[in-house]
């Protein structure tokens, strides 16, 4: 059974780049995208990214370009960079594993079957 | 558009049904993925593809798709079913993930 373990720094000035990483644990990458999420207090989930074991990322456009989100096939590893944080960026931020195929005849299928704990990122404003 | 819109909270009876909506374009294309999150923890995945349930999520949980509307249903709600729930989705046209803004549940 796939499990997800993330770490990083939790405190952060503003403009300094957060950084945290992800492993796999139980399972390889295998077909599948990994993603990162956010969720700021008392707010909904917000998606910020994906990334599969080629390396082909996709990232939310609301972030404006700050976001990198990288791969280590070798330890089965991925992580997420966003720079320039400001207090807005505050949030729990979680990774997972993100499944995406077609649904015949006329639909997909997109979703996060396994997530991490999730990892609390304060920016001081 | 890639939001997906849900009604802020419902309540329900121990034993009684509830239905939660999502509303959406991207629910044309894609099926919703229904997520449930209790307060502290992960969010959990509930249902997926047409009403598909992973191991371990109890068959009271439903799905259903009608247009740009999608339903989850929960039939004979528990206390342990308390929490906030999300719908998911992708907007295919801007590839990227989305996912609605949530609805409260609370077990009367």
């Known amino acids: 059974q796939v499990q997800l373990q993330q770490w990083g720094a939790g405190l952060l000035e503003p403009s300094e780049t957060l950084s945290l990483t992800c492993a796999v644990y139980g399972g390889s990458f295998g077909n599948n995208y990994w993603g990162w999420i956010r969720q700021p207090p008392g707010k909904a989930l917000e998606w910020i990214g994906e990334?599969?074991?080629?390396?082909?990322?996709n990232q939310n456009p609301s972030l404006k370009g700050r976001v990198a989100i990288l791969t280590d096939t070798s330890k089965s590893q991925f992580s997420l960079r966003l720079s320039s944080v400001t207090a807005a960026d505050t949030a729990i931020y979680y990774c997972a594993r993100a499944v995406w195929q077609r649904s015949p005849p006329n639909y997909f299928d997109y979703y996060m079957d396994v997530w991490g704990r999730g990892t609390t990122v304060t920016v001081p404003s | 558009s890639s939001e997906l819109t849900q009604d802020p909270a419902v309540s329900v009876a121990v034993g009684q049904t509830v239905r939660i909506t999502c509303q959406g374009d991207s629910l044309r294309n894609y099926h919703a993925t229904w997520y449930h999150q209790r307060p502290g923890q992960a969010p959990i995945l509930v249902l997926y593809?047409?009403?598909d349930r992973p191991s371990g999520i109890p068959d009271r949980f439903s799905g259903s798709t009608s247009g740009n509307t999608a339903s989850l249903t929960i039939a004979g709600a528990q206390a342990e079913d308390e929490g906030d729930y999300y719908c998911?989705?992708?907007?295919?046209?801007?590839?990227?993930?989305?996912f609605g803004t949530g609805t409260k549940v609370t077990v009367l």
């Open positions: 593809g047409k009403s």
């Open positions: 998911g989705s992708r907007d295919s046209g801007a590839n990227l993930g989305v």
């Open positions: 990334i599969n074991r080629s390396g082909i990322t």
